[in-house]
């Protein structure tokens, strides 16, 4: 019998530390319900935002668009951009919906996620992600983006605004 490190295709078994650990229940922007563990087996770079947003976001939005343009197209099957909102009041499915297609990034391999606010704040500490909401519509926060390999493990961070896209894309090609 082979063991899951000598099968090609195998992914290996999450350690202590993956995030596919993680109990809490998202919706996606079709309103399907999903656990994290639910993207095992697939390489995710994710990035925590929210729709509304007019200053941050709609750069890390972009970078995660630079970041797709430079994954190997071998690799894109194996691999999900991942956006998780901190304003899961507002965000609602419709509106990942929308906010996905209004940018061209809805579909595979894009994935946005939303979940009660005691999941988004356990995922936000998880990345160490600080996020305050300064007005009901307005949010101070990180802005990191995270890569996970198909075992959940965390792999690399990037912090700020215009990160280096070419770094994250080659960290995501070179992972089996």
């Known amino acids: 019998m082979l063991s899951a490190c000598t099968k090609k295709d195998a992914v290996p078994q ?56 430079k994954i190997d197209r071998s690799k894109l099957k194996d691999t999900r951009l991942v956006l998780i909102s901190i304003d899961p009041a507002n965000d609602t499915p419709e509106i990942l919906k929308k906010f996905a297609e209004q940018r061209g990034i809805y579909g595979e391999p894009w994935v946005f996620l939303r979940s009660d606010d005691a999941a988004t704040r356990e995922f936000a500490n998880v990345l160490a992600v600080k996020y305050k909401q300064i007005s009901p519509i307005e949010f101070s926060h990180s802005n990191i983006i995270t890569v996970f390999d198909r075992s959940g493990e965390m792999i690399r961070q990037e912090e700020g605004a215009g990160i280096n896209a070419d770094a994250v894309a080659q960290t995501v090609n070179q992972l089996p």
């Open 14 to 69: 999450p350690s202590a530390g993956s995030i596919f650990h993680l109990s809490s229940e998202w919706q996606n922007q079709d309103g399907e319900h999903l656990r994290l563990s639910d993207l095992k087996g697939k390489n995710l770079v994710v990035v925590m935002i929210f729709t509304s947003c007019q200053t941050a976001c709609p750069i890390l939005v972009a970078d995660m668009k630079k970041i797709h343009k």
